[in-house]
């Protein structure tokens, strides 16, 4: 199948050429004319497949044929978990509207809100943005929704999981018409809370799966090692960065504050490397998102902020050095490398605050893992029995001849954990677990 099989305008079309693309991809092959219809999608496919093109193109394809709705209310909403990934969908968007009559604009949480209100009263065609912010626009009356002619959710199950149905709910009641399309595209969409909520947004959807989030991306290499507590984590990561053969490489902590204490620690070794979390203000963000995708610095340290969605063609390495709270984000995270068919690595590091975590992933992945080891830098965590031997243990104490050598092993897993505690798995900051789990919990939330 060529792109010349969907019938898109030639305006588009040119693009698509322009662009260098010659064949659809399986989901554009499959999403771009079932959107063409006019249906509601659910689609999902694997990370770097090319999503972004086969939601732009039936959307423009559709304001190109159809008479607006009305006049002045925006055509077409794209929202995205993030301000990073709304502006590169943007930018991509913009590659088409380009030479149109179509107007689109970005709305982001951290930007000038009175700016966004005379960007909002110049009736925009397409808005572009975060969930937060544009309901907040919505409740104020700066635009309203009654011509909108199509919904549509990039990394939709993010979204949720960031707290935003209501912000959705407000904006799908406020574009509640019968002509009213929605798209929901994601690599990972397959939980009972998308479903619920795909049943409140969308009108009989049709299902597009191009094979599983569980199924494995051929393109990128995972490999994981053990790790007994933070000290050793950074060696595996210094002897990674000596060894690996890297373009650019982003590097996942846990919390905000591991990503400044790493990059600058990198820094001071002379490597280039830079850090990007949610407690930078927006114009160090732009500007940090920009340098690297320009490629001035080599090492991206970052938290699930950017798990999602972003298409930095030269990162060849992602590095878990914690493993992701959210199961599925470990799916995304690794989806920043082998993107449109390149190839990637990826290397997870996984101590004992992460086991819980790595056995997430690992019945996420429906594989049994095993893990590599360096020869200089082997450790002494094994990973943590299941909680069920320690209760048995615990049960058989009464048993005097045997209970001995049980309790001596509980204690030993109790042992280990204390050691990951204490010497610093987590960052200092996370000792007081209260701190932990704000820190955690907020840490990429993009609300206004
Ligand atoms: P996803 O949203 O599935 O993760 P993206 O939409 O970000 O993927 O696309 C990943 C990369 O693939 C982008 O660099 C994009 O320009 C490129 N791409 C999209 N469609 C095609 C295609 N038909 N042929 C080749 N490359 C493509
Ligand atoms: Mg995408």
Known sequence: MQFSDFGLDKRLMSMVEHLGFSTPTDIQQQAIPAAM????????SK?????????????????????????RDPRVVIL???????KQVFTQLRLFTAGTQFKAVLILGGENFNDQVKTLEKDPHFLVATPGRLADHLSQGHFYLNGLELLILDEADRMLDLGFSKQLSQINNAADHRKRQTLLFSATLDHAQVNEFAQELLKKPKRIAIGSAHTEHKDITKRFYLCDHLDHKQALLEHFLATEDYQQMIIFTATRSDTERLSAELSAKGLSA?????DLNQGQRNQIMDGFSKGQQKILVTTDLASRGLDL?????VINFDMPKHTEE?????????RAGSKGESISFVGPKDWLSFKNVEAFLQ???????VAKLKGKFKGIKPKKAAQTTKAK???KTSSKKKVVKTNKAKKAFHIAHDVGDMPVLRKKSVIAIEDIDNTDNEES
Do not use: W, Y
């Open 37 to 44: 219809t006019g249906q509601d999608l659910i689609a999902s």
């Open 330 to 338: 470990f799916v995304h995270r690794i989806g920043r490398t082998g």
């Open 367 to 373: 594989q049994s893992i095993t893990f590599e080891q």
């Open 47 to 71: 990370t770097g497949s090319g999503k972004t093109l086969a939601f732009i193109l039936p959307a423009l394809q559709r304001l190109m044929k159809n008479r607006p709705l009305s006049k």
């Open 80 to 86: 995205t978990p993030t301000r990073e990934l709304a």
């Open 313 to 317: 063609v030269n990162v060849s390495h």
């Open 274 to 278: 830079v850090a990007l979390s949610g």
């Open 397 to 399: 104490t009464t048993d």
